[in-house]
């Protein structure tokens, strides 16, 4: 019986590893859970189904109280980084956004086993994190680098030629003309199901230059030897290429299940974690490049990595702002990365190429985010 930690637990990855939980009862034992607290009534649900000691929120916690006597609600800015340190076997950090920093390194300097969906903690302080982690202590979430991981296990470190991750090309992967685009249209992922950001970063691209950048700190490899292409099926999650000519391949329905099952039992295989691929009907998978000029948040990303230090930060935290004003109505779709493009212009200069703690991040996204906001004011509709 793992007892498991779950931070994010009402958005999508949330939700689905207590679907797992659900469904393996003898075999996972949630203990506490965190999220924004927007939704009560499902955080109160959520920790009365599985009898949770604590609950984090940062908002409705009188509501929360009320509806959990004899639960620790811990509440405020804090509370999920508290939460994460709680002792256990595994946290699932599944928080969207460089908020899940803080909890990152908590569940890190507790000693815990960290299921990582949360990009951004890499993305904004790759070398923090990495400077935390012990050995295997991170397994990744992301199916794309739980793809690599997996993959990686069939050859040497050193072997290892590049890492291919694999991108759906978004909502408008077959659209030039970017004009006129809504809120709507960019949550109309044709494959995934995922949270409103996450999906809006899919159909900018930002969201692969933030894998890319994850997959340089996860796997300890040079940009160089890291490499994405359009798969619009989103069946093969990821690739590794070795160095006596061979690629191996992860591949699987378009669902996060098995990724997070994965990370919650890692070293072992959750038995019918999710459904394998039906192997009695017909399958084309199609893989393009990049169109570099039709996305390029992807080359940005790399000059942000490859810059290091508060760069990524700041590329990150410049879209947080800029994808917050497209879903307010504030910004066209098309000038979201134009928006991370200038704050990374304005800033990179003065960037600290060295990140010492948690406070140097955060006074980074400050500056990224004033930058931002600037620059929202110019190209706003």
Request: some cysteine; overall charge negative.
């Amino acid at each position: 019986m793992r007892d498991v930690v779950i931070l994010g637990s009402t958005g999508s990855i949330g939700v689905q590893a207590l679907e797992i939980i659900a469904s393996n009862p003898k075999q996972f034992n949630v203990i506490a859970i965190s999220c924004a607290g927007t939704d009560p009534d499902l955080v109160i649900a959520q920790a009365k189904k599985f009898s949770v000691t604590h609950v984090g929120i940062l908002r409705n916690a009188d509501v929360i109280r009320q509806g959990l006597p004899g639960v620790i609600v811990i509440d405020g800015v804090n509370a999920s980084t508290e939460i994460a340190a709680i002792n256990c076997d595994v946290v699932i950090n599944g928080i969207t956004g460089s908020i899940g920093l803080g909890p990152t390194l908590a569940a890190l300097d507790a000693g815990n086993t960290l299921a990582l969906a949360n990009k951004e903690s890499l993305v904004a302080g790759g070398d923090l994190v990495m400077s935390r982690a012990r050995g295997h202590q991170i397994i990744p979430v992301d199916s794309e680098h739980s793809a690599i991981f997996q993959s990686a296990l069939a050859g040497k470190k050193s072997e290892i030629n590049k890492i291919i991750l694999t991108a759906s090309g978004g909502a408008f992967r077959d659209r030039t003309n970017l004009d006129g685009i809504t809120v709507e249209d960019a949550l109309k992922h044709p494959t995934w199901t995922m949270g409103a950001v996450v999906t809006i970063n899919s159909a900018t691209l930002v969201n692969k230059g933030l894998e890319i950048i994850e997959a340089h700190y996860l796997f300890d490899l040079p940009y160089s030897k890291i490499e994405a292409v359009i798969h619009s099926q989103s069946v093969v999650h990821s690739l590794v290429e070795f160095n006596d000519g061979s690629t191996i391949a992860q591949a699987s329905p378009p669902n996060m299940k098995g990724a997070i099952a994965y990370a919650m039992n890692w070293p072992d295989r959750l038995i019918a974690a999710t459904a394998p691929i039906d192997w009695s009907i017909p399958h084309s998978w199609s893989f393009a490049p990049i169109d570099a000029k039709q996305f390029p948040s992807i080359e940005l990303a790399r000059y942000c990595g490859d810059f290091g230090g508060g760069l990524p930060a700041i590329y990150n935290a410049a879209n947080e702002s800029a994808v917050a004003a497209f879903i307010s109505k504030k910004l066209e779709f098309k000038s979201i990365v134009e928006v991370v493009a200038a704050a990374v212009s304005d800033l990179e200069k003065d960037c600290p190429k060295t990140l010492r703690d948690l406070a140097d991040v955060s006074a980074i996204e400050d500056d990224a985010r004033t930058s931002a906001q600037a620059h929202l004011l110019r190209l706003a509709p």
